[in-house]
């Protein structure tokens, strides 16, 4: 579908983001994607998959929510602070 590299506004300054499918139903929209970003302060890359869902009122962002595993960022984190 879509691909994104952001840089900054995350642990390691850049990160990449792909959406691989969106599906809307009503007011919802979820959309499937991937990403990759960079731990500073280790050089770890650590990728995953995650679910936006949106709901959308008069043709605006009303909600959202991000589903993701964030136990491998956080483990990688809280090394990263244990060596600092």
Known sequence: MR?????????????????????????????????????RATGKVLEGEWAHVFTLRNGKVARFHEYLDTAELVAELRAAHAKA
């Not at 792909?18 to 009503?26: F, H, K, S, T, W």
Request: with cysteine; charged share 10%; proline share 3%.
């Open 3 to 39: 691909t994104w590299f952001i840089t900054g506004g995350t642990p390691g300054g850049f990160g990449l983001v792909y959406a691989e499918a969106a599906l809307a139903q009503g007011d919802q929209v979820v959309v499937l994607g991937e990403d990759a970003a960079c731990v």
